[in-house]
Each structure stands twice: as structure tokens, then as C-alpha cells.
């Protein structure tokens, strides 16, 4: 069974939005690490907002390539947020550990908001 992974990147005003479209497994990590490089080539960004469309489902091995994506942000310093995810995947992350690398928001507009306001606490 062939994954089919959709990357679509955009910005609104200093934060880098990587939209996934499709199911997050270990099969997905050439596709989503590209999608990462993309992001990073368009320019300098310090705020990353990982938005999954659609009712993803991401397995273990999804979430093991999502924890190396999170670990070269951290390198990088950059910020990230998560929006998009149902309350059963919500809860996934918090007992992995994920939201030590990244904030969970329950909407893309709240996740700009507040990654916003976080450039005037600088």
C-alpha cells in the first residue's frame, strides 16, 4: 500500500505553516523531510506551525519521524506548534513527550496568535 503524503507550505507574517495532507507513518519520512528542507530553503524562520489537515492518523513510525523533524528544530531554535490533530492524537503526543518540543493549539488561527505575540516578548 502506497502512502500518499500532500505538503503545502505558506507564511503568514514571520511563521512558516507546513500543511500535511495524508496519513503519517514511517513510509512518510522522505516526504515530510522534504517538506521540512522546503520550508527552511524559502528563507530564515524561527516559528514552524505543523498543521495536519484532515483527520490524520500518524503511527508509531509517524511519530518517530515527526521526533526527528522536532529534534533538527530544536537545533535550529526554532519554535514550533502543532494544530490539526484530534483529542485521541492530542493525548498521543503529551505521553510521548512531543509537547516538550512543540505546543499543541486547538486551530491554526489561535497557533498564529499566539506564536505571534511570542515575537513581542522577545
Keep these: 500500500m502506497e502512502e500518499k503524503n500532500e505538503i503545502r507550505i505558506e507564511r503568514e507574517n514571520d511563521i512558516s505553516i ?8 514511517a513510509h512518510s519520512e522522505s516526504h515530510i523531510n522534504k517538506g521540512y528542507q522546503e520550508l527552511n530553503d524559502q528563507g530564515p524562520t524561527q516559528r514552524i506551525l505543523i498543521h495536519f489537515e484532515e483527520d490524520a492518523y500518524i503511527n508509531s513510525g509517524g511519530i518517530a519521524v515527526l521526533i526527528q523533524i522536532l529534534a533538527q ?18 493525548k498521543i503526543f503529551r505521553m510521548v513527550g512531543i ?21 513581542t516578548a522577545l
Design 18 to 25: 507546513l500543511h500535511i495532507q495524508g496519513d503519517i507513518t
Design 73 to 90: 528544530t530544536r537545533k535550529k531554535d526554532q519554535q514550533v506548534g502543532i494544530t490539526g490533530l484530534s483529542e485521541h492524537f492530542k
Design 99 to 119: 509537547t516538550k518540543f512543540a505546543d499543541i493549539y486547538a486551530d491554526a488561527a489561535e497557533a498564529v496568535e499566539s506564536m505571534s505575540l511570542s515575537t
